[in-house]
């Protein structure tokens, strides 16, 4: 029986791992994770906020997926995607979600990253 999300995995190419510590916990406001030794060798980060884990691996020939994402829920969505927009990061809206406000953007390696807000404080 399935009992919860322990993290979301995306890729990124050899060397960003830098950029990608700048945009998640800088502009995104998340906390590093320090990934077990043994994980560390191969590369890549780990990020936290809250319950919420994204971690980041190094891949070859990487690719960003162009539909695949995680979608992060916010408080406060407007502010947010102005925080994001402050830093230089993307923001486009879309409104096809009823119950939500929400926004895609993407990491600087081109990775998809949704932000929704649900418009009700009960919507699950």
Known sequence: MITGLDHVQLAAPAGSEERLRTYYVDVLGMAEVLKPPVLARRGGCWFR???VQLHVGIEEDFRAAKKAHPGLRVTGIDAYAARLEAH???VTWDSALPGY?????????GNRLEFLEPLQADTP
């Open 101 to 109: 406000k929400r926004f895609y953007s993407q990491d600087p390696v």
């Open 49 to 51: 906020a809250g319950a």
């Open 88 to 90: 230089g990061a993307p």
